[in-house]
């Protein structure tokens, strides 16, 4: 659905002046104290995806913050290198973050890893849709809609027209009454495209700012039954200012 280095070393030094009896000597130097686990700065967020088909730069949107943070969290935790992306529909969407695809045999059917992990809650914003290169979080049907803790998908998508987006708009205004589309989103659905359908079903929770084009390469890529790609797409994702 390599090897990595540390992400960054805080270190930080003290010194202390003394003053006796009006003469001033100089400050003595304290040992440097060493810094423990890395501190991840979750405002403004970026990240880079690095596949062996190019490098995409995301940026994390502040607005849905649990999944942010939990996706900063498996980052931190280099949770990402060597997995594949699994799941690949072209006009849709490329999906990757499965546990199990590490060592996974050619193929393999893929997209069940990580039900272990705590679901994270659902968080809808209006404002958040599926825009052609957005990332968002997969999920399995349970009825709250929460997240895959791991698994996630960055959108391809495809232009819509006004009719398509009135019958989506109308379903989710089954569930969320004053939910309507703003021109400036319909501008977008239809001109560089989206998946609207799952708008206020699934999670978005941030956004290619580089490197769409390598999204389109891997989308085009020969997939076998199942919609695994036939040459592996291997990620490696770390945190970048």
Do not use: W
Not at 7 to 35: E, G, I, N, R
Not at 136 to 146: H, I, M
């Amino acid at each position: 659905m390599m090897s990595v280095k540390k992400f960054f070393v805080l270190s930080l030094s003290l010194c202390l002046a003394a003053a006796v009896t009006a003469q001033v000597k100089k400050p003595a130097p304290k040992p440097v104290a060493k810094a423990g686990p890395p501190v991840v700065k979750a405002t403004g967020s970026r990240v880079k995806i690095t596949t062996n088909m190019g490098v995409v730069i995301v940026r994390l949107y502040d607005a849905t913050p649990q999944h942010r943070d939990n996706f900063l969290k498996l980052v931190n935790q280099r949770f990402f290198d060597s997995l594949l992306f699994h799941r690949i529909i072209k006009g849709f969407m490329v999906q990757g973050g499965d546990p199990l695809s590490k060592n996974a045999e050619a193929g393999a059917q893929l997209g069940m890893g990580g039900a272990d992990l705590t679901r994270i809650p659902a968080e809808f914003n209006p404002t958040l849709i599926h825009k052609k290169g957005v990332l968002a979080a997969a999920r399995d049907g349970n009825p709250e809609k929460a997240s895959s803790a791991c698994q996630f998908y960055l959108v391809q998508g495809k232009p819509a027209t006004d009719a398509e987006l009135n019958q989506v708009e109308c379903g989710i205004r089954g569930s969320m009454p004053e939910f309507s589309y703003t021109e400036e989103q319909r501008k977008i659905y239809k001109t560089i495209g989206g998946t609207p359908f799952l708008d206020m079903n699934y999670t978005v929770f941030g956004e290619i700012e580089k490197g769409m084009e390598v999204i389109d390469k891997i989308a085009a890529a020969p997939t076998a039954p199942g919609d695994r790609p036939l040459t592996d797409v291997r990620m490696k994702i770390e945190i970048i200012k």
